[in-house]
């Protein structure tokens, strides 16, 4: 994924889980964020939609769960650059 793609969905965390600095987001995880819950998903999940023009399956949101998770899912399913 290029550098611009990896930013973007920087971005689309940083919306959404604002407390973050920009060194603990690739970190991020719903195992280490309390406040990421059913409704940050969901919130993540249409950020991530808007900002790559995607559409992501509902099944598929209880996978993504990390950072890196969702860059590879990002990176192998919808090939976003």
Do not use: N
């Amino acid at each position: 994924m290029s550098e611009q793609a990896r930013a973007r969905l920087e971005k689309c965390f940083a919306a959404v889980f604002p407390e973050l600095t920009t060194s603990e987001v690739p970190r991020a995880s719903a195992a280490s964020l309390g406040e990421w819950d059913s409704l940050a998903s969901v919130v993540l999940l249409g950020a991530l939609e808007e900002e790559f023009q995607i559409q992501i399956a509902p099944e598929d949101l209880e996978h993504l769960i990390s950072f890196d998770l969702i860059l590879h899912y990002l990176q192998h399913d919808h090939q976003v650059s």
